[in-house]
């Protein structure tokens, strides 16, 4: 239950500083596509609560990720995620933190109050969206089908 | 002497698998409403998740609890009622209550379902934990973690009611089960509405050197860039007080037991809680399976029972404010 993935541990790293500055100069569009993409496809799959994404509605949001320079925005609009590639000014929630903790909190082999508390995970913006987001991905509950589709991504098909 | 029950939180399904599959003997949960002391957004059951959890739990014979600890708010007793029939209707197999008019409902409706005094009724003297058990039928007080075990270990001589205490988990100020800050800033509490610092009176506002939290405009805590953070309560924020700025109520730290389950056993507490349904299922795994071999160590050699270092180092990670403490247990003052 503790890491259902499977995966290995995930250790805390940070990426060289060379990654982020490379990566904040690539076009960021791909990201926010990929990461509205996966949302959907999550929501298709039946695991995001529906009465938690209706109070998503008209909602804007951006991940950053610190060591990888990655920027991803979307908002969530007639009931499905699309990327936002023009900012329309602060989002309603952003998410920052390095790719070790977002790793360690999506195979649940780290809590998210706990990155919180210990600043590895910044949650900015409206904070009751936050917290109803944070809870909405506590609760998911991957079918087996799911894990198997992303393992191979996630452990390089090693 | 009987082993204490481990009992672990719940705040959605895959945290009540997390706490069964680790080694709880008893789950407690809310419902999606004002009935419970964790009124989150996105938090708590549905009628299919409880449905699924109670199936969860008896099918691999742990018992599910429903905390319905808030107090029934003017007008509108019908859903608390409503909210202990729900626990009926759905073989939920104790309710945990606090509001006497609520228990009193409990005991004459459902006579046969076990009543749990929740912490919430702040029931500190065996006095009062006998007076539930007289006009209520209480089987079990929730004692507040402002007791030391000296005092614990005298309510358990004067009462045949079982006694639960906490054993980890966040510290509520010395004053549980009123909540008299977070009303004073908000206007709301755990007891009125289910919160304790409402999400949306609270405002974490970054700045390059610096974070700032407020509640409602006032400001609770400022944390350099390395500092941990803790919750956003007036209980363990930081203020200036004649000149010197600190927690002047209480610290950001969690509450935890292991290194004295021997002598929490040896007084005869039947139950060990968990609190954080807030929490994520990670951390509901974490620590019941820490505390699960801790427990079946302590019982099992009470004498030459040692904390191994793995069990305190994966639970002082998921603490409040990375700390622990033993609370009021071990207070010398009184």
């Not at chain 2, 599959?21 to 407690?28: C, Q």
């Not at chain 2, 999400?199 to 860039?225: S, T």
Request: proline content about 6%; charged content about 20%.
């Amino acid at each position: 239950m503790a890491n259902p993935l499977k995966l290995p541990t995930i250790p805390p790293f940070v990426l060289p500083s060379l990654v982020a500055r490379l990566g904040a100069r690539l076009p960021q569009w791909p990201h926010s596509v990929n990461l509205a993409l996966a949302l959907n496809a999550a929501k298709k799959l039946g695991v995001l609560p529906e009465d938690s994404l209706q109070e998503l509605e008209g909602r804007y949001f951006r991940v950053t990720v610190l060591d990888t320079g990655m920027v991803a925005e979307f908002c969530y609009r007639g009931g499905s995620f699309r990327p936002v590639f023009v900012s329309p000014g602060q989002p309603d929630l952003h998410f920052t933190a390095r790719l070790s903790a977002f790793l360690q909190m999506v195979s649940r082999q780290e809590d998210p109050d706990t990155l919180f508390f210990n600043r590895s995970l910044s949650i900015e913006g409206d904070t009751e969206l936050g917290l109803r987001v944070k809870n909405m991905l506590d609760a998911l509950e991957w079918p087996q089908l799911a894990w198997q589709g992303l393992r191979p991504t996630f452990l390089g098909r090693g | 002497m009987a082993k204490p029950q481990l009992v672990c939180p719940a705040g959605s399904l895959a945290a009540l698998k997390a706490a069964v599959d680790n080694g709880a003997d008893d789950v407690y949960l809310g419902f999606r409403n004002d009935t419970n002391a964790r009124n989150f957004a996105g938090l708590n059951f549905d009628d299919k998740s409880l449905a699924e959890g109670v199936r969860y739990a008896h099918q691999r014979g742990r018992k599910v609890l429903a905390a319905i600890n808030t107090y029934a708010q003017a007008g509108r007793f019908a859903d608390w009622t409503r909210s202990v029939d729900t626990a009926a209707n759905l073989g939920i197999d104790v309710v945990i209550i606090a509001d006497p008019g609520v228990l009193d409902y409990a005991a004459q409706t459902y006579p046969d379902m076990r009543r749990h005094l929740s912490v919430q009724a702040s029931a500190t003297s065996y006095e009062a934990v006998n007076f539930c058990r007289e006009k209520f039928g209480i089987q079990r007080a929730v004692l507040p973690r402002v007791l030391t075990l000296a005092q614990v270990e005298n309510v358990i001589r004067h009462t045949e009611v079982e006694i639960e205490v906490f054993g980890f988990g966040s510290l509520c100020v010395m004053n549980e089960g009123r909540c008299w800050l977070s009303s004073y800033a908000t206007g709301e509490s755990p007891n009125t509405v289910g919160a304790c610092s409402p999400a949306k009176y609270v405002q974490w506002e970054k700045k390059p050197d610096e974070m700032d939290v407020r509640l409602n405009g006032i400001l609770i805590d400022r944390y350099g860039n390395e500092e941990n953070a803790g919750y956003p309560t007036i209980c363990k924020g930081r203020f200036e007080v004649a000149g010197e700025t600190y927690y002047a109520m209480e610290e950001p730290t969690s509450l935890n037991v292991i290194e004295m389950l021997p002598e929490i056993i040896r007084i005869g507490v039947a139950a060990i809680k968990v609190e954080g349904r807030q929490r994520s299922p990670t951390y509901v795994a974490q620590v019941t399976r820490n505390l699960r071999q801790a427990l079946d160590a302590a019982f099992a050699s009470p004498d030459s029972y040692k904390v191994k270092p793995v069990w305190a180092a994966e639970l002082s990670k998921v603490a409040e404010g990375s700390q622990i403490t033993l609370g009021a247990y071990n207070r010398p003052w009184r």
